[in-house]
Nanobody, 115 residues
Framework: QVQFVESGGGLVQPGGSLRLSCAAS????????MGWYRQAPGKQRELVAT???????VYADSVKGRFTISRDNAKNTLYLQMNSLKPEDTAVYYC?????????WGQGTQVTVSS
């Protein structure tokens, strides 16, 4: 059974940075295509960053050049480095496989960008 646990969120001022982590259980993490998703209040959940096992990454236009997704397969951990944060980045951030598996959604981690 796979479980993802997100951490690292918080309150940050515009222009600030945060690093999110996603700890994965299970032995197949290293072969999954993984992604970071976010859901802002009143909006649908969206995929913002994807990384495949070999390291190739894909970003939504809204975060391109500001966010960096990475993975450490030895530690079964996924990361999201977020720089130059904007108020519109405020959301609950989740990790999951890509495409998403609805059974694997965790609690997420809240990111709030506000002065």
């Amino acid at each position: 059974q796979v479980q993802f646990v997100e951490s690292g969120g918080g309150l940050v001022q515009p222009g600030g940075s945060l690093r999110l982590s996603c700890a994965a259980s299970g032995s197949l993490f290293n072969i999954y295509v993984m992604g970071w998703y976010r859901q802002a209040p009143g909006k649908q959940r969206e995929l913002v960053a994807t990384v495949i096992s070999g390291g190739t990454t894909v970003y939504a236009d809204s975060v391109k050049g500001r966010f960096t997704i990475s993975r450490d397969n030895a530690k079964n951990t996924l990361y999201l480095q977020m720089n130059s944060l904007k108020p519109e980045d405020t959301a609950v951030y989740y990790c999951n496989r890509v495409p998403e598996n609805r059974d694997y959604w965790g609690q997420g981690t809240q990111v709030t960008v506000s002065s």
